[in-house]
């Protein structure tokens, strides 16, 4: 299957800068169950479940890739004239932002001299730019051929996990939220990052600290979520690149509308105008 090529206007996050989100993220308290989840049970539900995750995997592929088939994505590779460099893999791991890097280090130390071991002094090179300065022409062809090695997308899958996933999923419990709510935190911080500038997502949760309390503060979980995605709006339209909001408007809020706190399926939601559903 051909690797569909991503929006012309995809989400790219900003640069990562700062400590990793969630490094010192409290557990929950067992009373401090969210408010506005149906039940008990629901609420130690997470999206660390493995069949939740696999359906974030796929929300996230339909506003990244265009797709829900996200482990065709391994071998993505493409500038999308965003500033970034090259955009690549199951995340969009960019070679301007540092967890490309990150990514091809983490490859050599569990496979030295594999094919983009070579890359390393480019890549610390041109990392913070959008420059292919020892990268071309050949450094596309050769991730293409990285992905079809097992080692190099266990590595993907787990800077995934290092990076985006866990420290989301972290916070999200520290604030008493569930499934949905884990997976705004984690689409925003996938887009985002966490770094120190006023869109990161520390920075959106902080902005949306200030209408709204997330459940572990007293606060409403469905209140919580709704002005989270309003600071979430808020910090997309600051850049041209993802003014397109429909991955919130048309796919998050339709499901917190629902009141479908635990990503239940069937999920039907749109994204860039393009209709998707899970069974």
Request: neutral net charge; contains cysteine; aromatic residues 8%.
């Amino acid at each position: 299957m051909t690797t569909p090529h991503r929006r012309p206007n995809p989400s790219r996050r900003t640069l990562l800068t700062g400590a990793l989100l969630g490094a010192t993220a409290l557990a929950v308290p067992a009373t401090a169950l969210a408010a506005g989840t149906s039940t008990p049970q629901a609420a130690a539900l997470g999206l660390d479940d493995p069949a939740k995750k696999e359906i974030a995997m796929k929300l996230v592929s339909s506003a990244e890739n265009s797709s829900l088939d996200w482990k065709a994505q391994y071998k993505y590779i493409e500038d999308i004239d965003d500033g970034r460099g090259y955009t690549a893999g199951i995340i969009g791991f960019c070679s301007g932002t540092g967890d490309m890097l990150d990514l091809v280090e983490l490859y050599d130390r569990r496979k030295p001299g594999n094919v983009l071991s070579r890359y390393l002094p480019a890549l610390r090179e041109v990392d913070g730019t959008d420059s292919h300065d020892g990268l071309d022409p050949n450094f596309p062809r050769d991730w293409r051929t990285a992905a079809q090695d097992s080692v190099f997308r266990k590595a993907q899958d787990d800077e995934r996990d290092r990076v985006y996933f866990n420290p989301a999923v972290r916070q999200g419990k520290a604030d008493g939220i569930g499934v949905l709510g884990q997976f705004t935190y984690y689409d925003a911080i996938v887009m985002h990052g966490d770094g120190s500038d006023s869109t990161s997502f520390r920075n959106i949760r902080k902005r949306a600290l200030r209408s709204a309390k997330p459940p572990a503060q007293g606060g409403d979980e469905v209140t919580w979520i709704g002005a989270f995605l309003d600071a979430r709006v808020w910090a997309m339209r600051q850049e041209e690149a993802h003014s397109d909001t429909s991955r919130v408007d048309t796919a998050q809020r339709v499901f917190l509308r629902k009141r479908n706190l635990e990503l239940r399926t069937p999920l039907d939601w749109k994204v860039y105008g393009d209709s998707y559903h899970l069974d």
